[in-house]
């Protein structure tokens, strides 16, 4: 099985930027921006999600397969989310 | 036993696995949108069940299940490159990461329970309708996540064995990768329970 590699400095400075991430949105949560909190929150903890599912699950040395799957799902779950906000929005 | 190895299904077993998750990101992402709605509808109600979270708590639980989701794929990297004594030691400090994770969770909720805030409890029955769903999902979505560590331990538990045994090579270590992508997934749902739960203001 061919498999690739991941060097433990990949990993280490992977940690350290999540690390780094954790203290930036700690930090964030001290301002008061009334509903971008919420967003910015939001998108921190996304571009964590992101370093963790791109470094530490792998996503980027697998096949095709396996990243059109992940992002269908995310589709899935945007729409289950929209459609959700569209109903009560509008109610 | 060696020769089974040439017809196992490396990809598949893969597949199968992350499909596993695909379903996981589903369940929780259903009661992150009950959060979102929730949230719309009593936005001051969930500011002050915020504040009664203790950030120490949150922020160190972060800190430590980050910790384990890098200890458990340096242990992949270290079998990969056949330094077994490494993978077995990443593998240790992964489950004591989860261990001190519950002990603190174990404290956190034990704080709550003492204060009378928890479901059906006096305080948030006859307290704001708000205050009473904010802590109802905060004790749904992380109770079901420890759950998830839980088994994520005892997963990463059975990894541990079979490397110790010798029965995850770097030519066959699918075991571990599953059992790392589970732990990554149990990460990756506290990486957004962390901000919304104890961060909100």
Redesign the interface.
Do not use: Q
């Given at each position: 099985?061919a498999?690739h590699?991941?060097?433990?400095k990949t990993?280490?400075l992977?940690?350290g930027a999540?690390?780094v991430l954790?203290c930036v949105?700690?930090g964030a949560?001290?301002v008061?921006m009334g509903r971008l909190?919420?967003w910015i929150?939001?998108g921190?903890?996304s571009l964590?999600?992101a370093l963790?599912?791109v470094?530490?699950?792998?996503m980027k040395y697998?096949?095709r397969?396996?990243v059109v799957?992940?992002i269908s799902?995310l589709c899935?779950?945007a729409i289950?989310?929209g459609f959700?906000?569209w109903d009560?929005a509008f109610r | 036993m060696s020769l089974s190895s040439s017809t196992t299904d490396h990809t598949g077993k893969k597949l199968g696995m992350w499909l596993f998750l695909y379903t996981e990101i589903i369940l929780f992402g259903g009661l992150f949108v009950l959060y979102a709605v929730y949230l719309t509808i009593h936005p001051q109600d969930f500011i002050d069940g915020g504040k009664e979270l203790n950030r120490i708590f949150g922020f160190a639980n972060t800190v430590i299940l980050l910790i384990s989701s890098f200890a458990v794929a340096a242990a992949i990297t270290a079998v990969q490159k056949e330094q077994k004594k490494t993978a077995l030691v990443a593998l240790i400090v992964s489950l004591l990461c989860g261990l001190i994770f519950l002990i603190n969770k174990y404290f956190e909720w034990g704080h709550k329970i003492h204060n009378d805030i928890f479901p059906n409890s006096e305080t948030l029955i006859n307290g704001p309708k708000g205050l009473n769903v904010f802590f109802g999902l905060y004790y749904v979505i992380t109770g079901l996540h420890g759950v998830h560590i839980i088994i994520g331990m005892t997963v990463i538990l059975v990894a541990l064995i079979y490397t110790a045994k010798g029965k995850i090579t770097p030519t066959r270590f699918t075991l571990l990768e599953n059992a790392g992508l589970y732990w990554h997934l149990v990460d990756l749902i506290w990486i957004f329970i962390f901000p919304l739960f104890y961060l909100i203001i």
């Open positions: 099985m498999s590699i991941i060097s433990y990993l280490a992977t940690l999540l690390l954790t949105t700690v949560s001290y008061d909190n919420v929150a939001l921190i903890a964590k999600g963790v599912v470094i530490f699950m792998h697998e096949s397969i396996l799957s992940f799902t899935f779950l289950m989310i959700t906000f009560i | -």
